[in-house]
């Protein structure tokens, strides 16, 4: 790998390489990307879509969407340290191609922002639904109508795949879905593999897969242009562990944050975990002068995200070398100097908030709930791609909203687009249906 292809400004279409140094620095391409992900229907519908706590009526705590917007943050931060560190390594890229720090920070600002758009509702719960229905469920009758490779994709339903579709793919007269730069699709795949073959490695590239059969095209333009292969390997963008990092930053810290404001986890018990995080940092005095619980947790936050930052920037240039070269196989944080005291603090968040039974019940309600919905809507796109739609399977595929893409060229295009559909919906709207369909 190297630099200049990692930091491709190429979208679909394009006929020409794009310039860095032609680029307007009022409106840079990378710039380009997030407002082009903000202004994204699937963007939005994070707003109503789970972090941790499904079905939430409080104020404060998190959204897929808050969550996405702070991991933006994070990630601008991260990007625009390291990139001056690489400038001061690699000098050319910014004497003669013109990048600069913030060409970094843009790029993990847009890929943080879109890395959990292709979750669907409910959480990890939506995904283990999905899988379940096709693997052990009803959709297990597509088994033996499918490649291996394709009826994987559902059974391992990776909502990192699904965000990769939903970034990318083509429409009547929208070529290339959002058109994003080659550098934030390439920042924005954790998992640079298709579902199969499972690569049982500590490397962190191969814990899961990024890209369904249905845009493998796509993926290896995308992979050719930043030139991520290495023989028959394809490499991490060397940017993704900055936006890794950035996700892994926020859920620690803010998970947590909202197991305290819930009451799920005691201030007391809370602050002595975060002070163990930030204790070289903490300027005593002004904590102590802190009275009230929002505004001690907030500045322990606060301490405990840069300390963290900084950490993971200097674990990055030190070991820059080996992730260029697709050698470093560990997550950032895993080799973070607060390995031990992020571990804590996540242990504590498993057991008061993940597996809080309020959190449990909602996610059974959820899972119910998904698996009714593609009851209705995948054996519906089936009997309609061998048209033969019942009058109640009319009755289902009218209650898809025009412009989305559902009946396919394929079983499996097919099958996979109405999967999609209901990985779509937000929460609320996936609830609403479901209760709807099951009174009937």
């Known amino acids: 790998m190297d630099w200049e292809s990692l930091l491709s400004l190429r979208r679909h279409g394009d006929k020409i390489k794009r310039l860095r140094i032609d680029q307007d620095d009022l409106r840079l391409g990378f710039e380009v ?11 939005r519908s994070l707003q109503d879509k789970t972090q941790v706590i499904p079905f939430s009526k409080t104020d404060f ?4 969407l808050t969550h996405s917007l702070e991991v933006s943050v994070v990630g601008r931060s991260l990007g625009r340290i390291a990139g001056r560190s690489i400038l001061d390594k690699y000098p050319h890229l910014e004497k003669s191609l013109g990048y600069h720090p913030n060409d970094f920070g843009a790029i993990t600002a847009a890929a943080s922002l879109a890395h959990d758009i ?29 490649s291996k490779l394709e009826y994987q994709d559902l059974c391992d339903f990776e909502g990192n795949a699904n965000g990769f579709k939903i970034l990318t793919e083509s429409f009547q007269g929208i070529p ?106 903490l300027d005593t005095k002004k904590y102590a002068k802190l009275k009230d619980k929002p505004h001690r947790l907030s500045y322990l936050r606060a ?62 309600v959820g899972y119910k709930a998904i698996t009714e919905l593609l009851e209705a809507f995948v054996f519906a796109a089936y009997r309609d791609f061998e048209n033969k739609p019942t009058a109640y399977d009319k009755l289902i595929l009218s209650l898809v909203p025009e412009g989305v893409k559902f009946k396919g060229n394929t079983l499996y295009e097919s099958l996979l687009n109405s999967t999609c559909f209901v990985a779509s919906l937000s929460d609320g709207k996936a609830l609403e249906i479901a209760k709807n369909i099951s009174s009937n």
């Open 33 to 43: 990307d997030y407002d082009r992900i903000v202004f994204s229907n699937a963007f």
């Open 61 to 64: 705590v998190h959204t897929r």
């Open 118 to 146: 292709g979750n669907p509702p409910f959480g990890h719960s939506g995904e283990k639904s999905i899988g379940h229905f096709f693997n052990k469920g009803n959709g297990k009758e597509f088994r033996n109508r499918l």
């Open 176 to 281: 290339g879905g959002l058109r994003l730069s080659a550098a934030t699709l390439g920042a924005f795949i954790k998992y640079p593999k298709a579902s199969l073959p499972i690569k049982p490695t500590d490397h962190v590239r191969d814990k899961k897969y990024g890209f369904f059969q249905a845009q493998k095209i796509e993926f290896d333009e995308l992979i050719d242009e930043l030139s991520l292969k290495n023989g028959n390997e394809n490499l991490r963008h060397s940017l993704t562990y900055l936006v890794e990092a950035a996700d892994d930053i926020c859920y620690t810290i803010i998970d947590f944050e909202d197991g305290i404001n819930l009451g799920w986890i005691s201030e007391e018990f809370a602050l002595e975990y975060l002070i163990n995080l930030v204790k070289d940092d």
């Open 303 to 364: 301490i405990a995200i840069n300390s963290l930052i900084q950490d993971a920037i200097k674990v990055f240039t030190e070991n820059e070398t080996q992730i260029l070269e697709g050698t470093f196989s560990k997550a950032l944080l895993e080799k973070s100097k607060y390995k031990a005291q992020v571990e804590d603090i996540i242990d504590v968040s498993i057991k008061n908030v993940y597996q809080a039974p309020e959190v449990v019940k909602k996610e059974i």
